[in-house]
């Protein structure tokens, strides 16, 4: 009975949308953006919920400029799961996408919003 029940639990957690989609995968777009703000936007994946937060740094590790859960992408971003990253600083700069500490996009981004 004990293996039968473990048999089953393995099989539920292994169909489970989320040990299926490993996770989200995100996007940066190189496109700056200038209205009162510079901007750009991540797309990150919802096809599955995923647990925690997909975290975008500006710059290094060290400037978490936004941290994204399922929900928010759900409920703020458009069809294709767009994400805006405002408020970029002028010159060249960078974004870093993470997950669980896992590096899921990295992009140099040149903005010029004179």
């Not at 995923?50 to 994204?68: F, M, N, P, Q, T």
Request: proline fraction near 3%; glycine fraction near 8%.
């Amino acid at each position: 009975m004990k293996k039968l029940l473990l048999a089953v639990l393995a099989v539920g957690m292994l169909a489970s949308p989320a040990s299926a989609s490993h996770g989200p995968q995100a996007v940066v777009d190189g496109t700056v953006h200038c209205g009162e703000a510079a901007f750009a936007r991540v797309y990150i994946t919802r096809e599955f919920r995923w647990d925690g937060r997909v975290k975008i740094y500006l710059g290094s590790y060290r400037h978490l400029r936004r941290a994204v859960t399922y929900r928010d992408v759900v409920r703020f971003s458009d069809n294709r799961g767009a994400i805006r990253v405002g408020e970029l600083p002028e010159g060249r700069t960078r974004l870093l996408v993470t997950w669980h500490g896992q590096l899921l996009d990295r992009q140099r981004l040149s903005v010029d919003c004179t």
